[in-house]
Structures are given as C-alpha cells and as structure tokens.
C-alpha cells in the first residue's frame, strides 16, 4: 500500500514538471503594431542638435510592438501634420499666441524620406532628420516638427500612438536650450560713468546664457534683469548682448577671444582688456596640492553699454562663471 | 547502520578536503600591474626664460613607450617622450607677454598635467619718460597739448574716459630720428563750467595690455563774474500793479520779490527782459525764488537777440529747475555764436499752470566770464 502511494506521488509530481513545459513561450503575445517613439504627451524631446557640427542628424523612431521580432516586413510611411502643435498651443498657452511653439522653419531640416520599412527580425526604424541654420532659431521660442503615420501607406500601426510632436533644442560649448544655463557673476564691477553720478555695483547674480549659434551665446547686458522669463521678450531685445567666441589667445590656449555685439538695440562698445577683465572666454581650471581640479567656464569681459542714447554708459568688469565636469560633457 | 554512518562520515571528510583546497591561491600566476607615474618633482610647474629652452619631467612607469601618450595644447611648446622621460621645448619667444601651456602625460584614464609658464620680451611704454605720474594743466580756455610716448610695442590704443569726453586725440606724428617714440597731440575744448575737470588719458597696446602708462590733464574751470546789473536794464510785459515790482530781484533782500501780472491777463507768456550794456558772447544766470510756495517757473524758453527785434532760443529748461520755496537755480554756461545784448527769461510754465500765467522769484543774477 505504502508502495503504491509512492508511485502516485511521483507520477503526480512527473506531470506537474511536464506541466509547466507545456507554456509556449515561443508565441507571439501581442500584436504587431507600428507606433512613433514618444512620451506620455506625444513629444519627443530626447536628441538635442550640436550647433558645432555643421549639420547635425536627430531621428524620428518607429517602433514596432509585440513580445517577439516579427518574420515580416512592415511598411512605415509617415505625413505632416498640425493638430498635436495645434493642441499643445492650446493646453499650454491658450490666448497668449506670442508664446505657441512653431514649426521648424523648413531652411533647418531635411527629412531624406518619409517612408522605411522596419525588416524582418528587426523592432524599429529610425528616420534620419538633417538639421542645419540653427543658429536662425530664437532661443526664446519653441520648435517642432510634428508628423503623424500615412495610414494609406502603413501596416497595421497603433491609433494611439500615430502621431508625435519632435522637439528640436540646441546646443553648443557654452550653453543649451535643453534646460536653463547660468553663470555667476564673480569679481565683477558695473560703473555708471557720470561724473554726477558715478555709482559702482558689484554684482553678485546669475547670468542665464542663451546658445545662438556654433561659438556665439546671448546673455544680459551688466547685472540688467529680465524679469519674468514669460513676459520679457521686449526686455531681452532691449538689455541683451551677443558674445561672439574667436581664435585661441596666443598666451594661453585654453582661452578664446571674444567679441561682444549688440543683440538687437542696445549700444554696446568693447573695451580694450585690463586686468583680468581681457574679454576672453577661458576654460579656467583650479588645482588643489592634491592633485584634483575643479573646472571653470568663464567669460572674462569688458565693454560699456547703455538701453538708451541719453543715458551715461555703464562700465562692464565681468567674470561670469560656471562649474562643469568635463567627464559629464563627454557622455 | 553503522557501515551508513561510516561511509556518510567518509564522504563529508573527502567533501570538506576538497573545499579547503580549492581555497588555496594561485602563487604561480604571474600578475604584472602596469603603472605610469610622474614624481611630484617633476609636476612642478615650470618657466622657461624669454629665449627658450628645455625642461625634462621623469615617468616612472613600465607600460611600453608606444603605449603612453603626451602631449601640448600650445603649437609654441613641443613635447617629446623618452624611456622614463618627456623633455618640453620652446623656442624664442618674440612676443611681449607671457605664454602658458598645459603638458599631459597620460596611459589609458590616469593623467597627469604640468603647466608651463615662457617669458615674454621686456615691454617699454613711457608717457614724456614715465610710466605714471606726469601731469599737465590748462586753463579754461580752448587748448592743445603732447606728450612723446615711448615703447616697444605697437601703440593701437589710446583711452580717454567717457567722463573726459572735453579731450580728444587731434594726431599721432613720427618722430624723426626715433624708432620708438611718437608725438602724441591731444585737443581740450574750453571749459564752460566753475568746476575744475580731470582726463585720465591711458596708452595701452595689444601686444600686452597689462603694461600700460598714463598722464593726468586737468583744466580749470570758468572764472565767471557778476555782471552789475540795474534796475533801469530790467522789464516785463507783465508786472503785477499790487505788489512785487521788478526792481525787489536786485535788492539782495530773499524777502522781498517780483511778481508778474495776477490781477489782469495778458496773451502771452509772461516774460523777464535784461538789456545789456554791452553785448556779450555768454553768460549764467541765477535766480532765487519768492519764498512761498506758487508761480515757480518749471518751463522756461531764455531767449537772447543782438537788436532787440531778432530773437533766438539759447535754451529751453524743461527740467530741474526748482520748485521749493526760497530755492535757488545757477544754469549751465550758455552761449551763441553770435553776442547778444537782450536776454529774455519767458515762463512757459509753473507749478500752478502753463502759460500765459503768473511767475514770482526773489533774487537774479547774471554772470558772465573775465
């Protein structure tokens, strides 16, 4: 008796290992469907252009959903479109139409196809986009590029995830428009030159930095404020400079020359150098006895300006620095 | 049973011998550590005179040389690596500042960085054989002056203070016979105001702006006097009959005061009129108020005219003049091209309206220079 129930339990226990071989795990478990690479917001905001390229490729994604890489071929066509801007606009700014993202002007971008085929064995596509003249762009605006699947094109796709909203920032050695970019303000100087009134400010503030173009950053003029971010376009165009990076000083290589102009209306002169205030963007770095260092980029410079004709110039001895790792840029 | 016991006993033991062995280190591989070290000493930053030269930092390292890497980030400074050895070379160099380079000696992600400091030429820059210090003064008249500036450097910038805009750069002339030195010639435009003004003028050049020289000007101000005026030189075109006669503003006396017509209109802006001997090219006028607190002037036109018929705008005050009572205004130096004899201080304005209406004061004065 002893025996025999022996014998039910290791047949019992022989099929309950056979059992759990019996799930095919070799099947697909969902379905095949195309979708466009996105967040929860329909945006895609992932790649940011290098403005020290000449033109530089980010990808709009394909995807193709499902548990196992398909056998087939799935064909990807993709078409402009407008309402996802459209809604973004509205969600976030509503009235305020100064404020609506744009489309990428059509002299930035070349989309070399707007059809691909994700192969057999293979779980996306990635059309290339060229971007080039970025450096035409406000960096005060919003870009995108909006495009949504060809359904008359494209095989089976999902219908929640046709279409996507592609964020083009920008950056370059200085600063970018992913996120905001500050510089302090350290030894620094602002002089009124009136003789009735000669008023001098040390500046201890931050400065944000704006990138334009490969080598030139917009940023405000002396320790002028721009107020709400939100409202202050009318200010920036007033009170902002132009910083324009040059060629290597022949004293020392880790700095650059730089010109300062105008942004749009401010008059703004360049000084000759003085002191430390040589008008050179410096990659400053400060050693320790025990070996580490900590490194600086500095833009070391004078000029005077002024917001109106009227006005007395104000003197600008400026060191705006930022901390960086040159580890984290090389990521 | 007890045979069980045994052979169990027998198994762990084998099990258990095993395990220890499996243990033991491995003394027979040979692990070689590679290793790149540059000494303290030779971390050192180094500085190389103004003709050149060598300097040598020791590696201690046993990775192959074709292995490890150095290298300079200035084309001035070359970098050449030997077993257990880098040796840094300048040339010459020809200019007037001191260059900087930064060395790296690096294998794989450890790197070590040496700064390396070269000399410059010797620059020279003499304003009238001085760097700082000479100074030169002039009256308040219109006037020209030079200085030899002296150096070895190009000499590409001249800078003159926005708070000296009275001096400027008339020319920049070779010195025959002189290789080094320029005549530099600086104009001053005459001083309109009582205040002595001060012009630091700065030479700097680009081959090194941090050697720089300068001189002080300074030009005296205006000596200006009263001009003794009567009361048969002023009138109005508008004098109060009830008080306040024109004759009270040169009385010396604050307390008394001239007041033009309250007590009938006219059509136009009340005006003060001052007929001149003698025509003059400028002059400065002062005027305290009545001390009360209306008809104070805050838009006034001074108009002036050589024949009495003719008249020209010399000014038109819109701004700082004062309001309080018993205040008191002095203008700037006002002049024309042309002398002028009739001097008109019309009232556009006052705290209590515009014109034509009623303006008080209690003292005026001209004054006109030496």
Same mark, same amino acid.
């Given at each position: 008796m002893k025996n025999n129930i022996k014998i039910i339990y290791c047949i019992l226990l022989g099929f309950a290992v056979v059992a759990c071989?019996?799930?095919?795990?070799?099947?697909?478990?969902?379905?095949?469907?195309?979708?466009?690479?996105?967040?929860?917001?329909?945006?895609?905001?992932?790649?940011?252009?290098?403005?020290?390229?000449d033109r530089d490729t980010i990808y709009l994604v394909a995807g193709l959903s499902g548990t196992r890489n398909s056998d087939q071929n799935f064909r990807v066509a993709l078409m402009e479109a407008d309402s996802l801007i459209q809604a973004y606009n509205k969600s976030n700014f509503d009235i305020e139409i100064d404020r609506y993202a744009r489309f990428l002007p059509e002299e930035c971008y070349t989309i070399p196809s707007l059809e691909a085929v994700i192969p057999a064995g293979e779980t996306q596509v990635k059309f290339p986009i060229y971007l080039n003249n970025l450096d035409k762009l406000s960096p005060d605006s919003i870009y995108f590029l909006n495009y949504k699947i060809d359904p008359t094109k494209t095989d089976v796709f999902n219908p929640r995830k046709d279409e996507v909203l592609l964020r083009i920032f920008k950056t370059n050695e200085?600063?970018?428009?992913?996120?905001?970019?500050?510089?302090?303000?350290? +030894?620094?100087?602002?002089?009124?030159?009136?003789?009735?009134?000669?008023?001098?400010?040390?500046?201890?503030? +931050?400065?944000?930095?704006?990138?334009?173009?490969?080598? +030139?950053?917009?940023?405000?003029?002396?320790?002028e404020e721009m107020g709400e971010y939100k409202t202050a376009l009318n200010r920036i165009n007033e009170r902002s400079?132009?910083?324009?990076?040059?060629?290597?000083?022949?004293?020392?290589?880790?700095?650059?020359?730089?010109?300062?102009?105008?942004?749009?209306?401010?008059?703004?002169?360049?000084?000759?150098?003085?002191?430390?205030?040589?008008?050179?963007?410096?990659?400053?770095?400060?050693?320790?006895?025990?070996?580490? /260092?900590?490194?600086?980029?500095?833009?070391?410079?004078?000029? #005077?300006?002024r917001l109106r004709e009227t006005d007395p110039y104000r003197e600008v001895k400026g060191i705006l620095r930022m901390e960086y790792s040159p580890r984290t840029d090389l990521l | 049973m007890r045979k069980n016991i045994v052979l169990f006993g027998l198994i762990g033991i084998l099990i258990s011998a095993l395990g220890v062995n499996s243990c033991a280190p491995d003394y027979q591989t040979d692990f070689e550590v590679k290793t790149l070290i540059v000494p303290d000493k030779s971390l050192a930053p180094v500085f190389l005179p103004v003709e050149g030269g060598e300097s040598v930092a020791n590696v201690e390292t046993n990775v192959a040389l074709a292995?490890?890497?150095?290298?300079?980030?200035?084309?001035?400074?070359?970098?050449?690596? #030997?077993?257990?050895?880098?040796?840094?070379?300048?040339?010459?160099?020809d200019t007037f500042a001191p260059r900087l380079a930064r060395v790296t000696i690096e294998y794989g992600h450890q790197a070590y960085y040496i700064n390396v400091t070269q000399a410059g030429n010797s620059p020279y820059l003499l304003v009238d054989g001085e760097r700082t210090g000479v100074v030169k003064s002039f009256t308040a008249a219109e006037a020209t002056t030079s200085v030899v500036?002296?150096?070895?450097?190009?000499?590409?910038?001249?800078?003159?203070?926005?708070?000296?805009?009275?001096?400027?750069?008339?020319?920049?002339?070779?010195?025959?016979?002189?290789?080094?030195?320029?005549?530099?010639?600086?104009?001053? +435009?005459?001083?309109?105001?009582?205040?002595?003004?001060?012009?630091?003028?700065?030479?700097?050049?680009?081959d090194n702006y941090d050697h720089t020289a300068s001189f002080l000007i300074i030009q005296q101000g205006m000596v200006l006097a009263e001009l003794p005026l009567r009361v048969d030189m002023l009138s109005t075109n508008a004098q109060e009959p009830n008080e306040g006669p024109i004759a009270n503003l040169l009385d010396g006396n604050p307390g008394s005061f001239f007041h033009s017509a309250w007590s009938y209109s006219i059509s136009e802006a009340h005006y003060l009129q001052v007929t001149l001997d003698d025509p003059i090219a400028g002059?400065?006028?002062?005027?305290?108020?009545?001390?009360?607190?209306?008809?104070?002037?805050?838009?006034?036109?001074?108009?002036?005219?050589?024949?009495?018929?003719?008249? /020209?705008?010399?000014?038109?005050?819109?701004?700082?003049?004062?309001?309080?009572?018993?205040?008191?205004?002095?203008?700037?130096?006002?002049?024309?091209?042309?002398?002028?004899?009739?001097?008109?201080f019309i009232v556009n304005g006052t705290n209590g309206g515009t014109a034509p209406t009623y303006f008080n004061m209690a003292e005026f004065r001209m004054y006109a220079p030496e």
């Open positions: 071989d019996s799930y095919d795990f070799e099947q697909e478990q969902y379905r095949n469907e195309i979708n466009l690479l996105s967040n929860s917001q329909m945006i895609y905001d992932r790649q940011v252009a290098d403005l020290s390229k200085y600063s970018t428009t992913q996120r905001n970019v500050f510089y302090n303000y350290t +030894s620094s100087f602002v002089t009124t030159l009136d003789l009735n009134n000669p008023l001098i400010r040390r500046p201890t503030s +931050s400065n944000q930095v704006f990138p334009l173009g490969e080598n +030139s950053v917009r940023m405000l003029a002396g320790d400079i132009k910083v324009v990076m040059g060629e290597q000083t022949s004293k020392n290589p880790m700095a650059r020359h730089v010109t300062i102009e105008p942004y749009k209306t401010i008059d703004v002169v360049q000084l000759t150098p003085t002191d430390i205030y040589d008008n050179t963007f410096l990659i400053n770095i400060i050693s320790t006895p025990d070996g580490r /260092s900590t490194y600086y980029k500095e833009f070391r410079l004078h000029y #005077k300006y | 292995d490890w890497s150095t290298s300079s980030n200035a084309a001035w400074l070359s970098v050449d690596k #030997k077993e257990g050895r880098v040796t840094m070379t300048a040339e010459n160099n500036v002296k150096s070895n450097m190009a000499l590409d910038h001249i800078l003159i203070p926005d708070t000296a805009d009275f001096i400027s750069v008339d020319a920049i002339t070779d010195i025959p016979g002189s290789t080094d030195e320029k005549m530099v010639s600086f104009k001053i +435009s005459q001083n309109f105001g009582r205040n002595v003004r001060y012009g630091g003028i700065t030479f700097q050049s680009s002059c400065v006028f002062w005027y305290q108020n009545r001390n009360n607190s209306n008809g104070k002037p805050t838009d006034v036109s001074i108009m002036v005219s050589t024949d009495g018929e003719t008249w /020209s705008e010399m000014v038109h005050l819109t701004s700082g003049l004062p309001t309080g009572a018993g205040s008191t205004y002095e203008s700037a130096f006002l002049m024309l091209e042309e002398p002028f004899k009739y001097f008109r």
